[in-house]
């Protein structure tokens, strides 16, 4: 196995993602916002972390950094919806930031850059049992297409 | 709702055919429009809004630098063809607004957004399925690749 290939599985959220999901089920979903809010954030970026190291040893893709290994989130937000997931990336792409970023709940997100740049502008958000679930779901989902990219 | 009809005036039914709706036989070729001056895209709005009412309610009301950013990742004419067959398709999911998404890093058009108000989450993802599905299967694999679907509802609740 190439370095490249071992780098890829050791990050594969595949086992964490189960975790999760067996944890959050176990309880019924009925979790603490601050529970519910690293929950959401630690799917999203365990996605992204697997997606980047995919691009970066299987595509050869460089992006920022002296490594050029930092990839942007739209990078990513853009290949997942190449592959369809439309809705599963842009609901947990804005859900991690409102838990990441934002102080109120139920909240207006506003996505950063430029007003007239940004990835759907304003969304009402709301972090409760039922985003965790579509949370969970939605990473299932990308997990599931990140798994089949060869 | 306003049916698909190409300029000869037949019925459409699939997205390889309604992608010729806004064909305009005056400009034959179907070039990308890097650049575009304000004259220009006033034309664009004014090609679209004698086309079809309702598409020109979407793009006809976009001011110049998201026509520019749209003109960048795909033909206004694509573009314009796909969201008739959305809007006549799924009439519930309201009047859509689009929106151009720029990548931080380069200052590039990454996609285009098209926010519905309407569409619960189950909608939502069957939507995307169903309009890609049948994007690719019209050969339109970049045009799948390049445009988003929101549905707000969806994202909410």
């Known amino acids: ?150 | 709702m306003y049916p698909l009809t190409n300029f000869t005036g037949q019925s459409t039914d699939s997205l390889s055919q309604s992608r010729y709706v806004m064909y305009n036989p005056s400009t034959p070729s179907q070039t990308r429009l890097t650049v575009i001056t304000t004259g220009e895209s006033v034309k664009i709005r004014e090609k679209i809004s004698t086309n079809t009412v309702n598409v020109h309610g979407v793009i006809g009301t976009l001011d110049k630098k998201t026509i520019e950013g749209v003109a960048l990742l795909t033909t206004i004419s694509e573009l314009s063809s796909l969201l008739t067959r959305i809007i006549n398709k799924y009439p519930e999911l309201g009047h859509p607004t689009l929106n151009v998404v720029y990548n931080p890093d380069t200052s590039e058009p990454a996609f285009i957004e098209i926010i519905f108000p309407d569409g619960d989450w189950e909608k939502w993802r069957r939507v995307v399925k169903e309009v890609k599905g049948e994007l690719r299967k019209a050969g339109l694999e970049d045009l799948a690749a390049k445009v988003a679907i929101t549905c707000l509802r969806g994202l909410r609740e």
């Not at chain 1, 409102?98 to 102080?103: E, F, N, Q, V």
């Open chain 1, 1 to 150: 196995m190439s370095s490249g290939s071992k780098r890829i599985t050791q990050m594969d959220p595949s086992r964490f993602i189960l975790c999760l999901k067996e944890f959050t089920e176990s309880k019924h979903y009925d979790l603490d916002e601050v529970l519910i809010r690293r929950i959401i954030s630690s799917l999203y970026f365990s996605l992204f972390n697997f997606w980047a190291n995919k691009k970066y040893f299987l595509e050869n893709r460089r992006s920022r950094g002296p490594n050029q290994d930092c990839f942007s989130f739209i990078e990513f937000v853009k290949d997942m919806i190449a592959e369809d997931l439309d809705a599963e990336i842009k609901f947990l792409h804005t859900y991690r930031i409102a838990s990441d970023h934002y102080a109120l709940n139920p909240t207006v997100v506003k996505h950063e850059g430029r007003a007239e740049d940004v990835f759907g502008r304003r969304e009402d958000v709301e972090i409760n049992k039922r985003s965790l679930k579509k949370a969970i779901n939605s990473a299932e989902a990308i997990l599931n297409v990140l798994l089949k990219e060869k």
